[in-house]
């Protein structure tokens, strides 16, 4: 890069013109080709294209209905995923967070796509490094390189020294030239491990996939038992061929993976309009899960920014408002602490240059500089600088009145403080105000009244901590924990978490060690934060969640990142997770009854040899009133309801007694009718009516509890399928004949009958336990 770059000056336009540009596929969503590939190219859609020709071959086109459920399938699931992506890819450019470059001797702002090779780009706390480079220059600058090798402490870079995208600065500043870009860069080749987006573990997506592999395992032996039967029983092979694929197409439960996409999709859309990005769809699953939430109190609980308070000289005749100015205005890119002191002191003071420096990281809890004749001066935490005495009593004091203190010391060498063994001598504390959110206190409110517990985790003094969790009505609040007391022991640490709601002077591996042992003792944790010390947790955590101010590399890592900085946007992301989970299960439970009374079915009728109890047309009816339609009201609709583990054994305990008894109840009536009558045509739609009774009770089951939508919903269904019987064109079409009434009757008898047995199996099934 010799003769590319200048460390003052950067490129000039000219050069980054003609310069490799940083440019990587944005990883917030899938492609366009991916997604129709995913919606139009599935197991399914073949599976039912095959059936569908047959019946276009063999059969009737009115029994060829259920084809249009491929159309239907991919075209919704296409709108929604597209609509998602829309949603994703707008809000993750707003996520992005501009690079700081020196071109032309200027520095500027530019989006990362446009930072070329060559590049001098600078650094301060919390900047994440998107391209690969070689430091020029380093004013005490720490890199993390956490989440490309593992390695928790921060590393001290110096000119020369080669910086890999993935990692962030944590303290400090400096410049690097880039030396890889785009696709060459180190994270990039890896995948970016930090940022990529990729789908975490969802019990709901994998119990759903269980399902479908199970089921194509049994659609396979059971489908060709029916065909032989079919083929046996009837000397009609147009008739034999219709009443196959009839009962192969209802035990494929078609529509559950598109609702379960839909829902997904639709709880990020909702979600994006409250400015809040979703990263990792089945982030939405993990949101309905929590019972555990960690906040980080600064950016949390209180508003970005604090003021400052008081000065209180502990030493007469120091230059106090002097030092303070000086180390204020030290750094490039300062924190919030020395934003505070710099808004009364916007200059750094005649003479006081510093000759060496060491920027203030959270797990120091100090900064400090040498002043040459002025002395050395550190600014920091009363309790880490101070061992004792007066100052460290009155700066106790004030701590526990919820105020932020800082102790302002002189020391005898930079090096001897940061190695624990110097001489510090208390000069000043600095009281700082900080700002509570208005949202806090009523979020907070909303949390204990759904369960979920609240867990304060903060770097600060634990009685200051306290002070504003008890303020805010925060359980247990009163009891603050310092963090520097706790045992190392995973086992040990986790039954004081269990215990105590409030943790001060919390390092950033203790913040990980929290979530990690939290995890352990069986909660599903979400960890809030804004700073480069909670990326850690936050990576860890079951669910991540950064605000939109936070720095580059929390966002990068986190699945959640509300992007207006609103505490009170966290009640909507997490009911927006319990609606998705509850409504999927509601779903789930309509489906695979579907798939349950079809398998049985099809297994007795091809065992004994008889003709299918429906036509196709007869299924597509019935799984439109109570199935379809149904299914998108419950998947979209607005719930309370805590999701629970267990998702697939609760499914499995509901949809099998509940299917395998609307599948007697349909035969019952069908070799009732066969023995009544000779016509097929009113066998069929004996069974039909019974089909359509059972499952109709099932849908009553399913949609309780029955406020008024829900009770109109299910009475819709009932009304519309009797104008079908009533009307004469819709009788033909779907080739129901309802002329005998002995049938008729006996249908519905059967079908009471098995409505209470329904009910008393599906609750004692509810009872049992995996």
């Not at 208005?438 to 369960?451: I, N, S």
């Not at 086992?491 to 269990?498: R, Y």
């Not at 109840?665 to 009544?676: K, N």
Request: contains cysteine; charged residues 20%.
């Amino acid at each position: 890069m010799e003769g590319l770059t200048s460390v003052v000056h950067g490129l000039t336009s000219a050069q980054v013109a003609g310069a490799k540009a940083n440019h990587v596929p944005r990883r917030s969503s899938r492609s366009l080709s991916a997604i129709l590939r995913a919606n139009v190219f599935t197991l399914f859609n073949l599976v039912i294209g095959v059936l569908w020709a047959l019946i276009l071959i063999f059969g009737e086109w009115q029994d060829g209905l259920f084809g249009l459920v491929i159309v239907a399938n991919a075209l919704i699931g296409i709108v929604q995923e597209l609509r998602a992506k829309r949603t994703l890819d707008r809000l993750a450019v707003i996520n992005e967070a501009p690079v700081r470059v020196r071109r032309d001797g200027e520095e500027r702002l530019v989006d990362p796509r446009d930072v070329v090779l060559g590049d001098l780009i600078l650094l301060g706390p919390g900047d994440r490094l998107l391209v690969d480079g070689e430091v020029v220059h380093s004013d005490g600058m720490e890199i993390d390189e956490s989440l490309l090798t593992g390695e928790a402490d921060p590393v001290h870079k110096r000119p020369g020294d080669r910086v890999l995208s993935g990692s962030f600065a944590v303290a400090g500043s400096g410049a690097f030239v880039s030396t890889r870009v785009g696709t060459d860069a180190y994270a990039v080749q890896l995948a970016e491990e930090a940022s990529r987006f990729h789908l975490a573990h969802s019990e709901l997506r994998a119990g759903v996939a269980n399902f479908i592999k199970y089921i194509t395992w049994l659609v396979v032996p059971i489908g060709a038992l029916l065909i032989y039967s079919q083929l046996n029983n009837s000397a009609d092979l147009g008739t034999a061929i219709t009443g196959a694929v009839a009962g192969i197409v209802t035990m494929i439960p078609e529509g559950l993976v598109l609702m379960t996409s839909i829902a997904f999709a639709v709880g990020v859309v909702r979600l994006g309009r409250r400015r809040c990005l979703v990263q990792e769809l089945p982030a939405i699953e993990g949101l309905a899960r929590v019972d555990v939430l960690c906040l980080d109190k600064t950016g949390t609980l209180t508003a970005g920014g604090m003021d400052l308070d008081q000065v209180l000289p502990v030493r007469d005749g120091e230059p106090v408002e002097q030092a303070l100015a000086a180390l204020a205005n030290l750094d490039d890119q300062p924190n919030a602490t020395a934003e505070a002191i710099k808004s009364r002191h916007p200059a750094t003071p005649a003479g006081w240059s510093a000759r060496a420096s060491v920027p203030f990281s959270s797990a120091r809890k100090w900064s400090g500089a040498d002043f040459g004749t002025r002395g050395t001066w550190l600014l920091g935490a009363p309790d880490v600088l101070l061992k004792g005495g007066d100052a460290y009593d009155r700066a106790t004091e004030l701590a526990a009145s919820g105020t932020r203190v800082l102790a302002l010391c002189r020391t005898d060498g930079l090096e001897r403080a940061q190695n624990g063994h110097a001489e510090i001598e208390a000069v000043a504390l600095v009281t700082l105000s900080q700002r509570i959110r208005p949202d806090a206190h009523e979020t907070l409110r909303y949390f204990a009244k759904q369960g979920v517990t609240v867990k304060v985790i903060s770097g600060d003094n634990p009685l200051s901590v306290s002070a504003i969790a008890t303020g805010l009505g925060i359980p247990g609040a009163e009891r603050a924990v310092d963090a520097r007391t706790l045992p190392a022991d995973p086992a040990a640490l986790g039954e004081l978490l269990d215990r105590h709601t409030v943790f001060g002077r919390v390092t950033p591996q203790q913040k990980r060690a929290f979530v990690t042992a939290l995890q352990a003792r069986g909660h599903t944790v979400a960890m809030t934060g804004d700073g480069v010390n909670d990326v850690l947790a936050l990576k860890d955590a079951d669910l991540g969640i950064a605000m939109g101010t936070g720095s580059p590399a929390t966002k990068a890592v986190a699945q959640v990142v509300l992007l207006d900085d609103t505490f009170a946007t966290l009640p909507h992301v997490v009911g927006e997770g319990r609606r998705v989970l509850a409504n999927i299960e509601r779903v789930a439970n309509l489906f695979l009854t579907k798939t349950f009374y079809a398998i049985v079915l099809s297994l007795l009728v091809g065992l004994a040899g008889i003709a299918f109890p429906f036509a196709p047309r007869h299924s597509t009816l019935t799984n439109a009133l109570v199935i379809g339609i149904p299914a998108i009201f419950l998947a979209l609709a607005p719930t309370l309801e805590r999701s629970r583990p267990g998702f697939v054994p609760r499914v499995m305990r509901f949809a099998v007694p509940a299917g395998v008894l609307c599948a007697l109840a349909v035969l019952a009536t069908f070799w009732a009718a066969h023995h009544g009558s000779s016509d097929l045509l009113e066998h069929q739609t004996a069974a039909v009516i019974t089909l359509f009774l059972t499952t109709w009770w099932v849908l009553v089951l399913i949609a309780r509890p029955l406020n008024w939508w829900r009770g109109a919903l299910v009475g819709a269904m009932a009304v519309l399928f009797a104008i079908g019987l009533a009307l004469p064109f819709v009788r033909d079409f779907f080739a129901l004949q309802p002329g005998d009434l002995g049938n008729d009757l006996t249908a519905v008898g059967i079908s009471l009958v098995a409505a209470v047995m329904i009910s008393v199996a599906v609750k004692l099934a509810g009872t049992l336990r995996p």
